[in-house]
């Protein structure tokens, strides 16, 4: 249930200047648990079902941290795109997981569609990625189709953070080089790739100052024994 978690508030579509409603989810919420590829788990609700905003007149959709800063050239790709297609979005106030899933898919549609950075799309695959598991953790029925979509998804968010860290000048927003490293190794390890993932996490334990960062530092050593011992 999203009701009290959440709340509407009006925006303008920068593609094709229409008002449109969008609903935000409240800062105080519960955390329960933090996985350690950093998805985080609240008590009674999701709040990553609303981190995409879908413009409801031209089908539109972005993050909310870039629905808003998109440049010249791209609005003009999107709304080219968009300019013989006639898409009707029904906005809901409450979102169910499809709906999530749906709306992270077609903002990497556009995120494709103007060659977004590989960071950006790694992090909309991640959340995506989380979505499916916890699809895969609630739903018996459909549990093995979600967990096979989120190994798929998972792989894609992986080689996307292997491109942005030889690509693109960290720290990104609030992720360090250190942080993706230790991401990667751990996306290989969720996706079955050992080898690759003692590579990565090694690199983050081997290097001095990574120690700079305690929480990604333990994280890495941690994984990286566990991973040993399994070996063994």
């Keep these: 249930m999203a009701v009290g978690f959440t709340y509407s508030v009006e925006r303008e579509c920068p593609i094709c200047g229409e008002k449109f409603q969008v ?13 350690s590829d ?8 999701n709040p990553y079902y609303y981190d995409i905003w879908v413009c409801s007149h031209c089908g539109y959709a972005s ?14 790709k ?6 013989d297609r006639k898409v ?15 709306a992270f898919k077609l903002a990497l549609y556009y995120a494709d569609l103007i060659e977004s950075p590989e960071s950006r799309k790694a992090g909309l695959y991640l959340k995506l990625a989380w979505l ?10 459909a549990g093995e189709e979600a967990k096979a979509k989120e190994q798929e998804v998972l792989i894609r968010s992986l080689e996307a953070y292997d491109k942005a860290l030889t690509t693109e000048r960290f720290p990104i927003g609030s992720m360090t080089d250190t942080a993706a490293t230790y991401l990667i190794g751990e996306l290989y390890r969720r996706t079955g790739n050992t080898e690759k993932a003692v590579q990565y996490l090694s690199r983050v334990i081997g290097e001095k100052r990574s120690k700079m960062e305690p929480a990604i530092y333990n994280l890495a050593r941690d994984l990286w024994q566990d991973m040993r011992k399994e070996s063994v």
């Design 132 to 141: 499916y598991r916890e699809a895969g953790e609630e739903d018996s029925e």
């Design 63 to 76: 993050d909310e941290k870039h629905f808003d800063t998109l440049r010249e050239k791209e609005k003009e």
């Design 88 to 102: 009707k979005i029904e906005y809901k106030e409450v979102r169910t997981r499809g709906d999530a899933i749906n």
């Design 23 to 35: 609903t935000k989810t409240r800062s105080r919420l519960i955390k329960i648990k933090q996985d």
């Design 38 to 45: 950093f998805c985080v788990h609240y008590k009674e609700f």
């Design 78 to 83: 999107i709304a080219q795109f968009l300019k």
